[in-house]
């Protein structure tokens, strides 16, 4: 690993904020931009697999030398881009081409940047904490090749690790923002439900999913919510408040800012090398003159099932409508029953299948008041934890993960291990509140540790300012993988 010091000065090394200065100065161009992005991922992606489709789909922009000021931003596979394949990484979106664009894409457009038509790879559907489940084969970690990038935007995580991206979107319905960001030395965040429009989103659940940034640093971060963030009247839970300037919340400070530990997240199966990356970086903002305070949050151990239950449920009613006869991939058969049973059966994958089946099951009639409903109850007691929590608090810190990456091939065949890799991230998703994953040290193998910083809904801002002040006082996010392509 090398800290990037600025002499190495290949565009797509850099941030979004470094770049935009140089936007401003005259310095560069976008089409520079895109170039040097282009040629890191003809280097680089053979090894990585972070873009799907990229043999057909470069250059990365059909009109680039028209887009000016903008720095090009890379959209996960589940995102509507009007006129470019979005297939889920899934064969039973085979050739779908959206006809809109989805409203983070828009106001991406709207704000004078540009997306990448390519688009990067992700668990199929986002079921997945590995990105091993794509139908476009697997994305490997940049810092060692050998092991997962976590997911389902592990695509999205390892292009902006492998300097293959600036800055990237992701979805996260239960970590598949914040886990890929910790396993890959970037930071992640998922804001909270309803601030960024799901329109668009290819939905798995939709009461969890939240589209969100991943990118180098903390600013950059900020500046692409500043982007994507607000009200959405095409979908029916954005939330209609004002968006604040991101940005101005970095400097704020972080004195007297009251923190909670949760204890039930401290335990074992925790990894000792999180552990003590997370307990270090605590003593940082010690220093720098953070309150904090261990807390309760007595629920946590029904997370995991809770959300199994729930967004197998929503994923098996939003799966329904791929049949083979709106879009994508149609299998022949000689009617129309048996072309619905052949697409599916072909198309999906093994993990989408079971997902569909355990969703079917928990909502059927005779097993959905034991079930579903029964988890919908303890997903209010698991909110109503942080509502306790967040009385006296500004802000929770976790571990992102109870591991780092692991090995390729490690956990695929076994869903139930590879499910609790998102056992510190999914509480989110079911409270509705914003989190954000943040790098905090690296292993002694040189694989990253990300630490998690949770808030109150819709307070942003205070993760960013607590955020950015550890960012200031640490180097993590400067380190670079040095694989050789
Ligand atoms: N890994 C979790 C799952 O497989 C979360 C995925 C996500 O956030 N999209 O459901």
Known sequence: MAISNGVDKKLNTLTAHELLDKLKSGGISSEDIFSALEKRIKEADPKVNAYVR????????????????????????????????????????????????????????????????????????????STENSSFGLTHNPWNLDYVPGGSSGGSAAAVASDEAIWALGSDTGGSIRQPASFCGVVGLKPTYGRV????????????????????DVRDCALLMNIIAGYDPNDSTSVNTQVPDYTKSLNSGIKGLKIGIPKEYFVEGLDPEVNSAVK???????????????????????????????????????????????????????????????????????????????????LSHGYYDAYYLRALKVRTLIKQDFDKAFQDLDCIITPTSPSPAFKIGERVDDPLKMYLSDIYTI??????????????????????????????????ERIFSLSFAYEQNTEWHKMKPDFKP
């Open 54 to 129: 990229n043999q057909v789909q470069l250059p990365l922009a059909d009109n680039r030398k028209n887009i000016t000021g903008g720095v090009p931003i890379a959209i996960k596979d589940n995102i509507c881009t009007e006129g470019y394949n979005t297939e889920c990484c899934s064969k039973i979106l085979e050739g779908f081409i959206p006809p809109y664009d989805a409203t983070v894409i828009k106001k991406i457009k709207g704000s004078g940047h540009a997306f990448l038509k390519l688009k990067t790879n992700m668990d199929e559907f986002a079921f997945g904490s």
């Open 427 to 460: 509480s989110a998703n079911l409270a509705g509140i914003p989190g954000m994953s943040l790098p905090c040290g690296f292993t002694k193998k040189g694989l990253p540790i990300g630490m998690q910083i949770l808030a109150k809904h819709f307070d942003e």
């Open 280 to 362: 270090e970086a605590i003593n940082i903002l010690k220093k720098l003159g953070a309150d904090f305070k261990e807390v309760s949050l007595n629920h946590t151990q029904y997370a995991v099932p809770v959300y199994y239950i729930i967004a197998t449920a929503e994923a098996s009613s939003n799966l329904a409508r791929f049949d083979g006869v709106q879009y994508g991939f149609r299998s022949k058969a000689a009617n129309l029953i048996d072309m619905y049973k052949k697409t599916r059966g072909e198309a999906f994958g093994e993990e989408a299948k079971r997902r569909i089946i355990l969703g079917t099951f928990v």
């Open 197 to 216: 429009s799901r329109y668009g989103l290819i939905a798995f659940a939709s009461s969890l999913d939240q589209i969100g940034p991943i990118t180098k």
